[in-house]
């Protein structure tokens, strides 16, 4: 299987990443362009994110970015949890950061193509030497842990990714989804924080989030959709698989932090061939934080109560739904009702079960 590596870039580095992004076609590398796509002026800082939340939730195997100097890609990219960002110039440094690093991204400033290339070229080949350089890469974890904590509410990361697969979990168990079903999930960090909704939104929280909601649904089959703020009326961050399956209607807009929340943004990084849509009508959902998930839930939704009932300082709400019931105090329901009133026949198989 081919080796994923995501690319991105401003608008000084746009030309360099053009370049390298010919010489890698056809190669042994599966190549995403994550921007930027022209020599418009962009803001780093955000194409770096979505390179380096996409490298640390494993979705790439490694990171490329691009910019003036390497110098700024370099320090944003690091600050995603689990990412080693190297700022480098020329071969022997490259080589050097994968060796003794491991560095799993890359950050180039404007060098010329074949400079360029050439770098790229010495990172990608280079393996990770192992040996007394594992010992110091464990050290910068080890570093990485001790402050993997949200600013300002003491809740680990990895307590809140444990926390959303523990509730994800859960909620299958109940609502028995079937694959090619969709969960839909709303997400405030402001309020996992203790703050107000849409007040503080904080991107390392949504990733282990996302993380957690993901590694719940692995080999499920169940689609997850991703609810943004109310300034983007709700409209959610899905697969394209889903997309083709129920006929959804696509929207164009690029939910970022502030306007669609933060984990819609992470969801925009995570997500194989994202499309941001208008509505669904999910089988099942989390609401974190009173987000309000109600309008994408099938009618009849039905409330699901697990032990844990907050995540960090943010209520949790849980739901699945059935169909309705129609009828009236003939009405049969329930599938051994019908044996009965069918004196012991059999009926039609698949009666009794729940539709799509």
């Excluded at 690029?254 to 969801?267: K, M, Q, R, S």
Aim: proline share 4%; glycine share 12%.
């Amino acid at each position: 299987m081919a080796m994923k590596l995501a690319l991105g870039s401003d608008h000084r580095g746009y030309r360099l990443k053009e370049a390298v992004k010919a010489s890698l076609a056809g190669g042994a590398w599966e190549v995403t362009d994550l921007g930027t796509c022209s020599g418009d002026a962009v803001d780093y800082p955000g194409v770096a994110l979505v390179v380096a939340e996409g490298v640390a939730c494993g979705k790439y195997d490694r990171g490329l970015l691009f910019c003036g100097t390497g110098i700024g890609m370099t320090m944003a990219a690091n600050k995603v949890p689990g990412v080693r960002a190297a700022g480098c110039h020329d071969v022997e440094s490259a080589r050097a950061s994968r060796a003794h690093n491991d560095a799993n991204v890359l950050a180039l400033g404007s060098l010329e193509p074949e400079a360029g290339q050439a770098v790229v070229a010495a990172w990608l080949e280079e393996p990770f030497a192992g040996g007394r350089h594992a010992r110091r890469k464990d050290q910068i974890a080890a570093i990485d842990a001790k402050y993997r904590v949200a600013p300002d509410t003491g809740w680990d990361l990895a307590d809140i990714r444990s926390g959303a697969e523990e509730l994800i979990r859960g909620l299958l168990a109940v609502a028995r989804l079937r694959p090619g079903q969709i969960l839909v999930l709303g997400c405030s960090t402001s309020e996992i924080r203790g703050e107000h909704i849409g007040s503080s939104s904080d991107p390392a929280l949504a990733a282990a989030v996302l993380g957690g909601a993901l590694a719940a649904l692995d080999g499920s089959g169940v689609y997850l959709a991703v609810q943004c703020c109310e300034h983007l009326n709700r409209s959610l961050v899905v697969p394209e698989a889903a997309v083709e399956q129920y006929g959804l209607t696509p929207v164009w807009v690029l939910p970022v932090p502030g306007a669609g929340g933060a984990t819609a943004a992470a969801a925009m990084a995570a997500f194989d061939r994202p499309v941001v849509v208008e509505a669904v009508a999910a089988h099942a959902g989390l609401d974190i934080g009173d987000t309000i998930i109600g309008m994408h839930l099938r009618p009849v939704a039905v409330p699901v109560r697990l032990s844990r009932r907050n995540l960090g300082q943010a209520h949790v709400t849980l739901a699945r739904t059935r169909p309705r019931l129609v009828g009236g105090q003939r009405a049969v329901y329930a599938p051994e009702q019908m044996e009965r009133k069918l004196g012991g026949t059999r009926f039609l198989e698949g009666a009794g079960k729940t539709c799509e």
